[in-house]
């Protein structure tokens, strides 16, 4: 996983840093005249924190299966390599 600094940029990129959970359950508004019910907005955070939460969860796992897959294609065809004859045994 990239490095994230809390300047809200990933190390060494223009990209934007994933929200966490924790940053959506925390976050606060500043009051209006005219505002919303504080208990449906932490409500609805609780919900977008759980969302990220399983989102990250997901990412972590797919990323694992892809550099395991990664591996396993890298070791078959090393092992292919070793036992296929050159290409060609001509002069080019």
Do not use: I
């Not at 966490?20 to 606060?28: G, K, N, Y």
């Not at 955070?45 to 990220?52: F, I, N, P």
């Not at 969860?57 to 070791?75: F, G, H, P, S, W």
């Amino acid at each position: 996983m990239a490095q994230v600094y809390r300047g809200g940029h990933l190390y060494g990129t223009g990209h934007p840093a994933r929200l966490t959970p924790h940053e959506a359950r925390t976050r606060t508004f500043a009051p209006r005249r005219r505002g919303v019910d504080p208990h449906e907005v932490r409500q609805f955070q609780a919900l977008v924190a759980d969302e990220l939460a399983d989102l990250h969860k997901q990412v972590r796992q797919l990323a694992d299966e892809n550099e395991r897959l990664k591996r396993a294609l890298r070791d078959w065809q090393a092992m292919h390599a070793r036992d296929c004859p050159p290409r060609n045994s001509g002069h080019w």
